[in-house]
């Protein structure tokens, strides 16, 4: 797997977009910046987000624990916190994965 790693941002799919619909680049942004801090409120809100055919966006809770810094050795408390968390779902595996 030596295949190299194309990087997609938020401006080429507004520009895709805004192509395949006819849409202005201006309003695509604007939907697409919406839809983004939707789902990043829900987040903070420690709501559930399911898209089909995409997968699970939730918060995961990380019990609190020691770790160590790595330069010093030093010990460090790290908190107990919320991390976001991604579950693909199957339908997507499948796609990628080419197997019908």
Same mark, same amino acid.
Request: no cysteine; proline share 3%; charged share 35%.
């Given at each position: ?38 789902? #990043?409120?829900?987040? *903070? ?15 995961? @809770? /990380? !019990? ?7 330069? #010093?050795?030093?010990? *460090? ?15 997507? @595996? /499948? !796609? ?5």
């Amino acid at each position: 797997m030596n295949e190299k790693l194309i990087t997609r941002t938020k401006a080429s799919y507004v520009l895709e977009i805004a192509e395949k619909t006819g849409i202005h680049k201006r309003d695509v942004s604007l939907i697409i910046t919406s839809f983004i801090n939707a789902m #990043t409120d829900s987040l *903070v809100n420690n709501e559930r987000i399911e898209l089909r055919g995409l997968g699970v966006l939730k918060n995961k @809770k /990380r !019990r609190a624990r020691i770790a160590r810094n790595p330069r #010093t050795g030093e010990k *460090v408390r790290v908190d107990e916190r919320l991390v976001p968390t991604y579950k693909p779902s199957s339908l997507l @595996k /499948r !796609r990628i994965n080419k197997v019908t």
